[in-house]
T-cell receptor
């Protein structure tokens, strides 16, 4: 079965420092991978996706993610964190037909001034 | 601005009540989904629909049913609400041609 794991419940980073939010996946076949962000009391917003092509994917709000097939990882990164990046981040993988997504447990990112 | 609209942001219901959560999308998307979100568990798929009147069980369908009579509307029904169904419920839609989801703002349901 397809699955994703987010090994960190929370990530703390100082404003201006680079950030990484980790995600590993387990799939049969080629993975279709996604990152979403959730701000307080809001639904999830799409950040970026990897379907095929370049291993470095650029997305919204300055975020990017690196697909690493040998390590089965899809870590989310940003070169310089902002306080406004503080939110809950979800990694997801496409599973089966009908565009069904399987989500990780989420990682709370806290960026401190 | 395209959107997915969930009819209620907050709901409080009593144990045993029948509860309807409504979701409407204006993007002519074929696929619609209901997830529940619980701390530490992420989002878990309850049901999804890939066409009008078509539905499939997700990972946790017990205690829930769904209805999709029109393409734009996907309803989640709690037949007899229980306290363990207290959660945040998120609706999403997607096109068959694009893998991205558009989410609603969520309904926080409390069953007392």
């Amino acid at each position: 079965a397809q699955s994703v794991a987010q090994p960190e419940d929370q990530v703390n980073v100082a404003e201006g420092n680079p950030l990484t939010v980790k995600c590993t996946y387990s799939v049969s076949g080629n993975p279709y991978l996604f990152w979403y962000v959730q701000y307080p009391n809001r639904g999830l917003q799409f950040l970026l996706k990897y379907i095929t092509g370049d291993n470095l994917v650029k997305g919204s709000y300055g975020f990017e993610a690196e697909f690493n097939k040998s390590q089965t990882s899809f870590h989310l990164k940003k070169p310089s964190a902002l306080v406004s990046d503080s939110a809950l981040y979800f990694c997801a993988v496409l599973s089966g037909g009908y565009n069904k997504l399987i989500f990780g447990a989420g990682t709370r990112l806290a960026v401190h001034p | 601005d395209v959107k997915v609209t969930q009819s209620s942001r907050y709901l409080v219901k009593r144990t045993g009540e029948k509860v309807f959560l409504e979701c409407v999308q204006d993007m002519d998307h074929e696929n619609m989904f209901w997830y529940r979100q619980d701390p530490g568990l992420g989002l878990r798929l309850i049901y999804f629909s890939y066409d009008v009147k078509m539905k499939e069980k997700g990972d946790i369908p017990e205690g829930y049913s769904v209805s999709r009579e029109k393409k734009e509307r996907f309803s989640l029904i709690l037949e007899s609400a229980s306290t363990n169904q207290t959660s945040m419920y998120l609706c999403a839609s997607s096109s068959r041609l694009n893998y991205g989801y558009t989410f609603g703002s969520g309904t926080r349901l409390t069953v007392v």
